[in-house]
């Protein structure tokens, strides 16, 4: 079988806590194998946020 990849924009609730007014944040995933569950592309975009925030 032929794995694909896909990308991906996620619209994704943000908020910093319980007291705070959230909002929508768009997201670009890239390169998503359609054989990937939908946590494990949760996992890709928190792997690219955190690198986004290291550096």
Known sequence: MEHTSIN??????????NQAKGEFKMYKVENISTEMSFLEMFDVLNEQLNVQYVY
């Open 8 to 17: 991906v924009n996620l619209k994704v609730w943000r908020q910093k806590n």
